[in-house]
């Protein structure tokens, strides 16, 4: 049974910093990219950073960067997001997922096969 499971989120200053992690446990993730996404109160599941399977490659939307980095542990299973001068505009769910095939677009939530449950992060300005 595949399961993410992301921790880290909480409550923030505007300005301050947060580090995401998200374990995968099941099956092993690491021939595949792994992406974060965010979702906010009325609006829809966006995307935030991706990783390629050896972390050689990572890409961004522009809102966050300069100020979020993805990386990852293959040995551990696991992915990272480290969130600096957070803003309130920052303020989402944020969830990981996994994408299994090499099909589709790094930044579409619709080609990623598993996602965590998701963990919120808030920025107070």
């Known amino acids: 049974q595949v399961q993410l499971v992301e921790s880290g989120g909480g409550l923030v200053q505007a300005g301050g910093s947060l580090r995401l992690v998200c374990a995968a446990s099941g099956r092993t993730f690491s021939s595949y990219t792994m992406g974060w996404f965010r979702q906010a109160p009325g609006k829809e599941r966006e995307f935030v950073a991706a990783?390629?399977?050896?972390?050689?490659?990572?890409n961004y939307a522009d809102s966050v960067k300069g100020r979020f980095t993805i990386s990852r542990d293959n040995a551990k299973n696991t992915v990272y997001l480290q969130m600096n001068r957070l803003k309130s505009e920052d303020t989402a769910v944020y969830y990981c997922?996994?994408?299994?095939?090499?099909?589709?677009?790094?930044?579409?939530?619709?080609?990623?096969?598993?996602w965590g449950q998701g963990t919120q992060v808030t920025v107070s300005s």
């Open positions: 997922a996994v994408k299994t095939t090499v099909r589709g677009d790094y930044y579409n939530p619709d080609d990623y096969a598993y």
């Open positions: 990783i390629s399977w050896s972390g050689g490659s990572t």
